[in-house]
């Protein structure tokens, strides 16, 4: 984060979106409420991809990081809601940064709708379909930056 943006009173924040062989990552900052997709890690029954993980935690560096908490439609825990949680644990222990999970009901549908709209509109492929999960990321994040 840049001194312009430090002064300013602006945090830096990663988002993520916990899936059983992805995990959608989006940054955003508390100054602009926005968030954007960065990437999309591999994940599998054995764990994520934590060196990938480093990487983006050690670049952006984030005050704070945002995991999506996968409810059920009517809000109830299920076995990806389970992972995503023992995932938000894993990572606020690993880093040592403070940890909120965000109700992410719907933030699957929103993203095929912003991909759908970005193909329309010839600002995304086919082939982009793989950043779905760090599209999902961004909206978890703007759903959490904009309560703040």
């Known amino acids: 984060m840049s001194g312009a943006a430090a002064q300013s009173g602006a945090l830096c924040v990663l988002g993520f979106d916990v899936g ?7 940054v955003g900052n508390t100054l602009s409420h926005s968030a954007r997709p960065l990437a999309v890690v591999a994940a599998s ?3 994520p991809d934590w060196s990938a993980i480093d990487r983006h935690v050690h670049r952006w560096n984030p005050a704070r990081l945002v995991v999506g908490d996968p ?4 809000g109830e825990v299920q076995a990806i ?6 995932f938000a644990e894993a990572v606020a222990e ?3 940064v403070p940890v909120d999970l965000v109700d992410e009901r719907s933030t699957s549908r929103e993203a095929d709708r912003v ?3 970005r193909r329309r509109d010839g600002t995304a492929r086919r ?3 793989a950043e779905l999960d760090a599209v999902a990321a961004s909206l978890i994040l703007e759903r959490w930056l904009q309560t703040r």
């Not at 059983?20 to 989006?26: D, K, L, N, Q, S």
């Not at 409810?71 to 009517?74: H, V």
């Not at 809601?81 to 023992?86: G, H, P």
């Open 20 to 26: 059983t062989r992805r995990i959608g990552v989006a």
């Open 45 to 47: 029954d054995q764990g």
């Open 71 to 74: 409810l059920s439609l009517e």
């Open 81 to 86: 809601t389970r992972r995503a949680r023992a």
């Open 94 to 96: 690993r880093y040592g």
């Open 115 to 117: 991909f759908a709209r």
């Open 127 to 129: 082939k982009d379909a």
